[in-house]
């Protein structure tokens, strides 16, 4: 198994909005509250921000759904903004387990949801907390 870097989200990222999702039927809250919120915080109309949402909403989705299955709840989502970078920050409360990159496994065995996001996020980390285990991921503004 590959690791992933270990390291906060960027420290001059604030926190625009975040949702709290105890199972994956809450999901679709999440994703229209992303959309929202994206829409809300972009410093440009959403047209010039091409396919970063749909880019956004398919790793929270992904890292959401790992959370809920795999930690322990609640599920944390946060959106934060630093000048120039969006940055999804999705938090559980298993400290016992290390995200991993599921590099051995076969393709149907599921555990591609870390390759999904360094595939459509600039940077992937992840950082735990006295309480939490954090995964992120940063997206462009523009």
Do not use: C
């Amino acid at each position: 198994m590959s690791s992933l870097r270990t390291s906060p989200p960027p420290p001059d990222a604030t926190e625009v909005a975040a949702w709290v999702l105890d199972s994956a039927d809450q999901l679709r809250i999440l994703r229209a509250g992303l959309i929202e919120a994206l829409n809300e915080h972009a410093t440009a109309p959403r047209e010039s921000l091409a396919d970063i949402p749909d880019r956004m909403i398919l790793v929270a989705t992904e890292l959401a759904t790992n959370a809920i299955r795999h930690g322990r709840p609640p599920t944390v989502i946060r959106l934060l903004r630093t000048r120039d970078q969006f940055v999804l920050d999705v938090a559980d409360h298993d400290l016992a387990t290390v995200p991993e990159l599921a590099d051995t496994r076969p393709v149907n065995a599921g555990g591609r949801g870390l390759h999904l996001a360094q595939a459509l996020a600039l940077t992937v980390g992840w950082y735990a907390t006295d309480t939490t285990k954090h995964i992120w991921a940063t997206f462009p503004l523009t």
